[in-house]
C-alpha cells in the first residue's frame, strides 16, 4: 500500500481549477447533425481537440471505451455518434503532437490481463514524457465478453474486488524497477543493474500473473489512476486506489456532499485528506451574453435529442418498438415488454425496473405537460452537468467551486467536435485567469504535476512484495 | 560514390519496385548494441529518441519501419547482462504516425497471448493516426515468459500457427464488419449509422469465439497489409490470402536468393502464384568510420554473440549494393525479382543506419532498384495492393473492387 509520509488530516480547498477534456465518439451528447460536424475517427479531429485543449492549459485529454459496438432491440444503434480508435493507439499519436496535457485512457479491468494492460501503460506513460493516466472501469455483462477469449466470467457482485486486484497487481509491476536502475552509460558492465528489477506473481481467483516487468518507471513515477464508480463500493475502490475522481455530481451542493464523503473515506483508507482529486463531468453552453447561451442551448438540445432518438430512449426502457407514436405526443400508454433492461445500450440504461420506471415518467410528463422529446431531452441533458451562461456568469459561478473546494476542476464533454473547445478556451480560460482560480502556466511537464498530485510514497519496504492479493480477504477487509 | 555498378551485376529494371524496410528497435539489432551507441543506455525509452530514428529513416529513403516486440529478458535466472527493455511496438508505431509522412509502420503484434479483439482495434486505430500507412507483422510467441505473465499454458507447434491464423482472420474480419460507408449521418432520419452496413463476424475458430462488429470504423486502407514470417502458416492458409507479404529467412546471404525461390515454387504449388510478396530477411553488419565489419561484430559479440536465424552480411557498402542490387532486381526483362523486398536488422542502429542511409539508399536509388519513397500514399500503394471492399459488402461493390484491383495489378506490372 502506498501513502503520503504526513497524510493531511483536514481537506484545504486549492482555490484553482482545473480542466479537462473528454472526447466521447460515443452518445447523444455530441452533435453529427450540424454542418460544423466534423469526423468523428479521423485523426485530425483529435489533434485539433487535443492542441486547442493545450492552448488553453488544460490537464487532462480523455477517451473512453466501450467494448461492444451499442445495440438498440438487437442491432447496432444507429442514432447517435459511434465508433472510436483504440484509446492508447490514438493517445500514444497524441504524445508526438502535444507536450504538456495529460493523457487519459479508459482501460477495463474484465477483458484485460493485467501484465499486458499495466506494461501498455507504463508505455504510454513512458512514450508521453510522464503524462498518461489509467481510466479504470470494469465490465461484468456477457454481451461484452462475447468479443473476447475468455468470454462473460465474472459475477456483478464480484467486479471492485476483481478490479482492486487487478489494480493492485498494475501498482506492484508499476514498482518493479529501482530507480537508476539502468546504465548511466555505454562504459557499464550491464544494462540494468543486478536485482534492480523485481518480479511479480499473483494469484487470484480470475488470473494468475508471473511477470518480470518489462519497463521502469516514468518521469511521474507511474501511471495517474481515474475512477469513476459512484455506489458506496465505487466511492471506497476509488478512496483506495485513486488519484482523480471522474464523478458525476457538478452541483455545487451536491459536490460539497460528494467531497465530504470521499474526504471520510480518503481518511478512513489511510490516505491524506488532499489526496484524491475530484473532476466531474460537464458541459459547457457559453455565449457573449446570457440570452445568447440560452439560444445555442436550445439549439444544442434539439440537435442532441432529435425525433428518432426520443423514440428510440424511450424504446430501450419499454423492450419494444413505438414507432407509431408521435414524439411531440404524450409517452405511450402501452407497458414495457420487459422487467428489466439490457446493457447492450450502454451503462446508463442497465438494469431499470422498466414497469416501475414507465408509471413514473408517465405521472412525472404528465404533471410536467411534457411530450416524449421534451421529456426525453430533459432526461438525457444530464442538466445537472450544463454550465450554460454568458462567459462572465459562468466563470463567477465556478469561481465558486475554487473557493469553497466543492471540486479540483471539470471534465469537459465538447458537444460539437471539433470545435466544441475554442469558445472555451478563446473566451472562459482567460476569464477564470482574471479572477485567479485557473493557471497561467502548466505547473511542469507531467500529469502528476500539473494535477497537483505527490509523487507515490516507495513501497514499504517490510512488505511482501510477492505477497498474495487474495480477492477474497481484499473483500473482508472492504467490508469490515 | 563509393561503388560503380559491376558490369556483371544482374540488369536493374527500368523502374523500380524495391522496397526497404529497416527494423529499428532499440540501440540496434545487436544484443550489446546499445554500447556500441551514441546515446546514453536509457534513450531508447524516450520520446526524443523515438521521434530522431523515426525521422533519419524516412529522410533515408525507407519505405517502411518494423517495430519489434516481445520481452528482452526471460523470466527464468538472472537477467543477462545485455538484456534491454523497449516501448511497446504499437504505441512506438502510434508515435511515429504524425511525425513522419511516407513511411509504412509496420508493429509486431503477437497472436496468441493477446486478445484478437484489441489486436484488431488498435491496429484500425494505427491506421488512421498514420494516414493509411500501417501493417501488422503478425508474430506467434514461444516465449514461456509470455505464457506465464497471463497465466496461461506455453503453446508450440500446430497450436501456434491456428492461433495466429485465427487472430489474422479475427482481425480481417473485423475490419471489414464496417463497410466503407456505413456512417451516413442521415439528417431526415436521424441515422448517423446503416446498420445494413454493419455485421456481426461470429467467428468461432473452436479455441475461442469473437462476435463483433468492431468498435471503430474501416481502416483508411481497408484492409491493413499483414506480414508474417515465411513457415508460420500453412500453405493452404496462405493461398487463401492470409498474408500480404512473407518474411523469408536463409542461413546465409548466398542462400538467400534460392530460398526466395523456393519459397516462391511451394507457394504456386498451392495456387498462390500471384501470392504474398516475398521480403528477404537480413542482418547488417557495415564498415564504419575505419573499422571492418567483422572487428565490429567481434567487439560487440564478445559481450553476448548475435544470434538469429537470418542471413548476415558483412562488409563493406559497396558490396551490401550489390547483394541488395541482385535481390531486387529482375534477372531479365519480364522477369519477376527475387524479392519484392528486403528487410534490414542493422546491428548499431547509430552507426549502421549512418552508412546506409549515406552511401547504400543514395547509390540504390540512382541504379533504379527501389521504388520511389517519400510519396504520401498508403502501405498497401506501396506493396502495388488495390483497396479491397469489405468480404461483406453486397457482390456488386465486391466485383466493382475486384476489377479496379486487377486494373492496378496490371498497372502495376508494366
Not at chain 1, 392 to 417: C, H, K, M, Q
Not at chain 1, 435 to 456: D, F, I, K, S
Not at chain 2, 29 to 46: E, I, K
Request: proline share 6%; charged share 20%; hydrophobic share 40%.
Amino acid at each position: 500500500m502506498t501513502h503520503t509520509t504526513n497524510p493531511d488530516r483536514a481537506f484545504t480547498p486549492s482555490g484553482q481549477l482545473r480542466l479537462g477534456v473528454f472526447f466521447q465518439s460515443v452518445n447523444s451528447g455530441t452533435i453529427w447533425k450540424s454542418a460544423d460536424s466534423g469526423s468523428q475517427t479521423d485523426f485530425e479531429s483529435f489533434l485539433r481537440i487535443a492542441q486547442t485543449a493545450e492552448r488553453g492549459l488544460f490537464s487532462a485529454f480523455f477517451l473512453g471505451e466501450g467494448l461492444r459496438l451499442r445495440e438498440h432491440l438487437g442491432r447496432p444503434h444507429a442514432l447517435d455518434v459511434a465508433g472510436r480508435p483504440d484509446a492508447q493507439t490514438a493517445l500514444a499519436a497524441l504524445a508526438a503532437v502535444t507536450t504538456h496535457i495529460g493523457l487519459v485512457a479508459t482501460q477495463n479491468t474484465t477483458y484485460n490481463d493485467p501484465a499486458d494492460l499495466a506494461h501498455r501503460l507504463s508505455s504510454l506513460d513512458l512514450i508521453s514524457g510522464g503524462r498518461a493516466a489509467w481510466n479504470i472501469v470494469t465490465t461484468d455483462n456477457a454481451w461484452t465478453g462475447a468479443n473476447f477469449r475468455r468470454g462473460g466470467y465474472l459475477d456483478h457482485a464480484d467486479r471492485y474486488v476483481h478490479a482492486e486486484a487487478f489494480v493492485e497487481t498494475a501498482k506492484r509491476i508499476w514498482d518493479a524497477w529501482d530507480d537508476g536502475a539502468i546504465a548511466p552509460s555505454a562504459s557499464a558492465d550491464r544494462w540494468a543493474a543486478p536485482g534492480a528489477v523485481r518480479r511479480v506473481r499473483h494469484t487470484g481467483q480470475h488470473y494468475a500473473v508471473d511477470v518480470t516487468p518489462r519497463l521502469p518507471r516514468s518521469a511521474q513515477y507511474r501511471p495517474v489512476l481515474f475512477q469513476a464508480g459512484d455506489s458506496p463500493d465505487g466511492r471506497d475502490f476509488a478512496a483506495r486506489q485513486a488519484d482523480v475522481i471522474f464523478s458525476a455530481h457538478p452541483q455545487l451542493e451536491d459536490a460539497l456532499q460528494f467531497r465530504s464523503d470521499i474526504v471520510d473515506r480518503t481518511l478512513k483508507a489511510g490516505r491524506g485528506a488532499n489526496d484524491v482529486k475530484i473532476m466531474p463531468a460537464s458541459e459547457f453552453i457559453l455565449g457573449a451574453t446570457p440570452r445568447e447561451a440560452l439560444e445555442k442551448k436550445a439549439w444544442v438540445r434539439e440537435l442532441q435529442i432529435g425525433p428518432q432518438q426520443a423514440i428510440a430512449y424511450l424504446e430501450q426502457f419499454w423492450g419494444r418498438e413505438l414507432q407509431g407514436f408521435d414524439p411531440d405526443g404524450p409517452l405511450p400508454e402501452i407497458d414495457p415488454v420487459v422487467e428489466e433492461t439490457s446493457e447492450t445500450r450502454g451503462s446508463g440504461f442497465h438494469g431499470a425496473k422498466a414497469r416501475q420506471l414507465a408509471d413514473q415518467w408517465r405521472a412525472e410528463a404528465k404533471d410536467k405537460g411534457l411530450s416524449i422529446r421534451q421529456f426525453v431531452s430533459a432526461r438525457t441533458s444530464r442538466g445537472d452537468s450544463t454550465f450554460t451562461g454568458s462567459y462572465a456568469e459562468v466563470s463567477d459561478r465556478l469561481g465558486e467551486y475554487a473557493r469553497t473546494g466543492a471540486v479540483d476542476g471539470f471534465n469537459i464533454s465538447p458537444w460539437l467536435i471539433p470545435s466544441g473547445l475554442d469558445d472555451i478556451v478563446n473566451h472562459l480560460v482567460p476569464a477564470l485567469q482574471e479572477r485567479g482560480v485557473y493557471p497561467a502556466e502548466y505547473a511542469g511537464t507531467t500529469l502528476r504535476e500539473n494535477l497537483g498530485l505527490a509523487t507515490p510514497a516507495r513501497p514499504d519496504a517490510t512488505a511482501d512484495p510477492a505477497g498474495p492479493v487474495d480477492p477474497a480477504s481484499r473483500a473482508a477487509t472492504a467490508r469490515a | 560514390m563509393s561503388s560503380t555498378p559491376d558490369s556483371s551485376s544482374p540488369r536493374p529494371s527500368a523502374r523500380g519496385r524495391g522496397l526497404l524496410i529497416l527494423e529499428l528497435d532499440g540501440a540496434g539489432g545487436h544484443p550489446a548494441a546499445w554500447r556500441a551507441a551514441r546515446t546514453a543506455p536509457a534513450a531508447v525509452l524516450t520520446p526524443g529518441r523515438l521521434r530522431e530514428v523515426v525521422l533519419a529513416v524516412e529522410s533515408a529513403g525507407f519505405h517502411a519501419a518494423t517495430f519489434s516486440d516481445s520481452p528482452l529478458a526471460d523470466d527464468d535466472g538472472e537477467r543477462p547482462a545485455d538484456a534491454a527493455a523497449r516501448l511497446n511496438a504499437l504505441q512506438r508505431a502510434a508515435f511515429a504516425g504524425p511525425v513522419t509522412r511516407s513511411i509504412a509502420l509496420i508493429p509486431e503484434v503477437d497472436t496468441v497471448y493477446t486478445e484478437p479483439f484489441h489486436i484488431s482495434t488498435q491496429l484500425a486505430s494505427l491506421d488512421y493516426v498514420s494516414g493509411g500507412r500501417a501493417g501488422w507483422l503478425v508474430a506467434a510467441s514461444t516465449s514461456s515468459a509470455d505464457a506465464a505473465a497471463v497465466g496461461r499454458e506455453p503453446v508450440s507447434g500446430g497450436r501456434l500457427a491456428q492461433e495466429a491464423t485465427d487472430a489474422i482472420e479475427v482481425g480481417r474480419r473485423l475490419w471489414d464488419s464496417w463497410e466503407d460507408d456505413a456512417v451516413i449521418r442521415d439528417v431526415p432520419t436521424g441515422r448517423y449509422l446503416d446498420v445494413q452496413k454493419l455485421h456481426y463476424i461470429d467467428f468461432d475458430g473452436g479455441n475461442y469465439s469473437v462476435k463483433g462488429p468492431s468498435i471503430i470504423p474501416r481502416p483508411l486502407q481497408g484492409q491493413l497489409p499483414v506480414l508474417a514470417p515465411a513457415g508460420l502458416l500453412a500453405p493452404e492458409v496462405l493461398a487463401a490470402g492470409a498474408v500480404d507479404a512473407l518474411l523469408v529467412s536463409a542461413p546465409t546471404p548466398e542462400l538467400l536468393a534460392a530460398e526466395l525461390k523456393e519459397t516462391r515454387k511451394a507457394l504456386a504449388a498451392f495456387g498462390a502464384a500471384g501470392g504474398p510478396a516475398l521480403i528477404a530477411e537480413l542482418d547488417v553488419v557495415l564498415d564504419s568510420r575505419g573499422q571492418g565489419a567483422a572487428a565490429r561484430l567481434a567487439a560487440l559479440d564478445a559481450h553476448t554473440p548475435w544470434e538469429s536465424p537470418r542471413a548476415r552480411f558483412l562488409g563493406s557498402a559497396a558490396e551490401l549494393i550489390e547483394l541488395l542490387t541482385g535481390l531486387l532486381s529482375s534477372p531479365a526483362a519480364g522477369e519477376r525479382a527475387a524479392a519484392e523486398g528486403i528487410r534490414l536488422h542493422p546491428a548499431v542502429l547509430d552507426t549502421d543506419l549512418e552508412e546506409l542511409s549515406r552511401l547504400v539508399l543514395p547509390e540504390l536509388r540512382r541504379r533504379g532498384v527501389l521504388a520511389p519513397a517519400g510519396r504520401d500514399g498508403t502501405f498497401r500503394e506501396q506493396l502495388g495492393l488495390a483497396r479491397p471492399a469489405s468480404c461483406y459488402a453486397p457482390a456488386a461493390a465486391r466485383a466493382a473492387a475486384a476489377s479496379a484491383a486487377s486494373a492496378a495489378t496490371v498497372n502495376a506490372g508494366n
